[in-house]
T-cell receptor, first 116, second 114 residues
């Protein structure tokens, strides 16, 4: 049962380092969403990507964060020069088509980032 | 901005007790509504969803939810809880503004005592 895969599951970084989080969508899915869950908060939308396109990045911090979903390979969420406030759980979700009113997002297990 | 409220942050129940978790959202209009569950150490799983039609929807594991449009609510219910239902429960809403993202509530941490 190949669901949404994320790796690593846990990532520890020191302040100033780069964090790279990977997400492989479910087989046949070509749309990926990234969400962040800060401690004691709900999941917050960051970015929505289709292969080779960023569709909506309205939830991405303006600096240090970037995302991509290349034609081949997983989607990558990159955080440069991490700070302690970046410590959170980062979840990826995928769907098989864009938009519509009958779409369900399927989530991965998340990557828990800890910045020391 | 759109928002989703879950008023119960931590709920503790005994086995066989009934459950109702509240979920309210801020705006009207056309919405898609979801409840997700996250068991300890696992990923979010879809419990149930509402897109249209019968406002009482049934999901997996005996859960159901009722959409009340006039109250902007989508409360989750289960008549008899089991210890294995211990998990965190998230309500999520997608507004039909041509935007695909889900807006989540802060979650309810549910502990079932045997």
């Amino acid at each position: 049962n190949a669901g949404v895969m994320q790796n690593p599951r846990h990532l520890v970084r020191r302040r100033g380092q780069e964090a790279r989080l990977r997400c492989s969508p479910m087989k046949g899915h070509s749309h990926v969403y990234w969400y962040r869950q800060l401690p004691e908060e709900g999941l917050k939308f960051m970015v929505y990507l289709q292969k080779e396109n960023i569709i909506d990045e309205s939830g991405m911090p303006k600096e240090r964060f970037s995302a991509e979903f290349p034609k081949e390979g997983p989607s990558i969420l990159r955080i440069q020069q991490v700070v302690r406030g970046d410590s959170a759980a980062y979840f990826c979700a995928s769907t098989d088509r864009r938009g519509g009113s009958q779409e369900t997002q399927y989530f991965g297990p998340g990557t828990r980032l800890l910045v020391l | 901005a759109q928002s989703v409220s879950q008023h119960n942050h931590h709920v503790i129940l005994s086995e066989a007790a009934s459950l109702e978790l509240g979920c309210n959202y801020s705006y009207g209009g056309t919405v898609n509504l979801f409840w997700y569950v996250q068991y300890p150490g696992q990923h979010l799983q879809l419990l149930l969803k509402y897109f249209s039609g019968d406002p009482l929807v049934k999901g997996i594991k005996g859960f159901e939810a009722e959409f009340i449009k006039s109250k902007f609510s989508f409360n989750l219910r289960k008549p008899s809880m089991q210890w294995s239902d211990t998990a965190e429960y998230f309500c999520a809403v997608r507004w039909d503004f041509g935007n695909e993202k889900l807006t989540f509530g802060t979650g309810t941490r549910l502990t079932i005592i045997p």
